[in-house]
């Protein structure tokens, strides 16, 4: 056979060709990828590892993974059935509720997939069975999932901690190690990198204890996301390195391509003069994506491309050139919101918000409010408050200085004002108020201008900022000269 990229001959049976080592699929005839399960996210137990000899071995387990079946409704019924037989019978039903939930689950109908777990837990009351308690567990742990899907995260960590505390009871550690991995995921979405990043280390330090190789690659893949919160790039490396060459060796072209899309993104936060080394390993994903886009499920492939079309549109914005950039936001947008849950997802704010930013360069900014406004409402419900303020204070710029509309402006910069406030954000509270100030004085309002400047001045005093404050003194000295 010939390889995909770099058309060298190659034997059928090797995992990566090596002449440009990029990985190769090993069982693309098979229904499924040797994949990772989509590793670097939440989902249920951990379905497959790799053993002490190297092979994969796949557990028997409910897999609530994304995927597109017609006769999900078909299922549902057959399973209701079945639920009508056992009951009638006193039997228990708790396994065929999991299974259905997980149907529900698939047909993105989250709210009735909880309920059914919900359920579900009262058919797994007997303690004393083990296979009860770990049914129990996994009901925990699959609303732990479908809660932070919707943005509960409280809830979320709830049922993720009610399952790490049952699977401890029976000391079942992979178990363990996957819902470390949730807790680490749901912590990382609410910005607690301290618990996020102790959750991940848990799970990689049992992963070694217990000498599960695959487990801790998972779980260090997932520790990235904290480390370029950290800027802690030479650990990056080494477990990028590391983690590539493992999925190299073991045939896994789905870990390949988030390794790819991790050192694409570690290669955008190295600074620009990185960014050819980046596109070219979100290229490199995309080649791969592409060879194994009939083996997943379209909500999978779109969860892969969303953040290199981000990140590719971020870059190429910041090279100049629009048209491209635009192309590759918009497709970020469309990818977020063919997987999304619910009503949105927090990312789609930040497209939303790059999108806004990209129409300010093309210097049209009725659209570039229009995609900040939109912004602000995923924003909002996720509590982004500060993230609002920034963008009020945009659009208020925005109002000033290209639409010349001095009310608006004014009326976006109190909005970020009173965020600013309320969080305590004292320097960027003056930096607003003075700013306010300026715009007042050129509409000859002297009055509403001292008033924002002596509250300006009031905060650079508290802050000690003496030279900020000395500035404002004497504009508030020629406003009061200018009016005897």
């Known amino acids: 056979m010939k390889c995909p990229y770099c058309n060298s001959e190659i ?87 999991l299974e259905k939930a997980s149907l529900y689950y698939k047909k993105r109908d989250l709210r009735t997939a909880s309920k059914i777990l919900e359920i579900a837990l009262s058919n797994f009351q007997n303690k004393n069975n083990i296979n009860n308690m770990k049914y129990t567990a996994i009901c925990y742990n699959e609303l732990g999932i479908i809660k932070e899907d919707l943005g509960f995260f409280e809830e979320a960590i709830y049922n993720f901690e009610n399952s790490v505390s049952i699977l401890q009871e029976i000391e079942d550690q992979k178990g363990i190690i996957q819902v470390y991995n949730n807790l680490g995921n749901v912590y990382y979405q609410i910005k607690d990198i301290e618990k996020s990043y102790t959750f991940y280390q848990k799970a990689i330090d049992l992963s070694e204890k217990l000498g599960l190789i695959y487990d801790e690659v998972k779980s260090s ?35 390949s391509i988030t390794t790819l899309i991790k050192y694409g993104k570690l290669y955008y936060f190295l600074g620009d003069s990185y960014y050819q080394k980046s596109q070219t390993c979100f290229f490199d994903a995309l080649e791969l994506i592409n060879t194994i886009e009939e083996q997943i499920p379209v909500q999978t492939k779109a969860k892969l491309e969303w953040e290199i079309y981000f990140y590719l549109g971020k870059q190429i914005l910041h090279d100049g050139n629009l ?10 947008l469309d990818a977020i919101r063919t997987f999304e849950f619910g009503d949105f997802h927090i990312k789609e704010g930040v497209i939303l918000e790059a999108l806004g930013t990209l129409y300010e360069h093309k210097r049209d900014p009725t659209k570039a ?12 419900k996720f509590g982004e408050d500060v993230k ?3 963008i009020f204070k945009k659009i208020g710029h925005l109002h000033l200085e290209d639409l010349n509309d001095h009310l608006e402006a004014v009326f976006f910069l109190e909005k970020a004002l009173t965020i600013y406030e309320n969080h305590e954000y004292l320097k960027e509270a003056a930096e ?53």
């Open 221 to 255: 893949s997932n520790l990235v996301e904290i480390l370029f919160v950290l800027e802690d790039y030479d650990r990056v490396k080494r477990i990028l390195n590391r983690n590539s060459e493992f999925f190299i060796q073991n045939g896994d072209a789905y870990g």
């Open 369 to 380: 409010i229009n995609y900040y406004n939109l912004a602000t409402e995923v924003y909002q």
């Open 388 to 390: 609002i303020s920034e």
């Open 11 to 97: 034997k059928d049976d090797l995992p990566f060709c090596p002449k440009c080592k990029k990985p190769l699929l090993v069982d693309a005839n098979k229904e499924k990828i040797a994949s990772s399960d989509l590793f670097f996210e939440n989902l249920p137990f951990y379905h497959s590892n790799v053993d002490e000899e190297g092979t994969r071995e796949e557990l028997d387990t409910y897999q609530f993974e994304d995927a597109q079946d017609n006769k999900l409704d078909e299922e549902i019924i057959e399973i209701d059935k079945k639920i009508d037989i056992k009951a009638k019978k006193n039997e228990s039903v708790g396994e065929l509720l």
């Open 323 to 332: 048209i491209n950039a635009e192309d590759y936001l918009l497709k970020s």
């Open 432 to 484: 607003i108020l003075n700013q306010i100030g300026d715009i007042y004085v050129n509409k000859n309002m002297n009055a509403l201008a001292i008033n924002r400047f002596r509250e300006a001045k009031a905060i650079y005093k508290d802050l000690n900022d003496l030279y900020h404050s000395e500035i404002i003194t004497q504009k508030i000295k020629t406003l009061n000269n200018s009016d005897t």
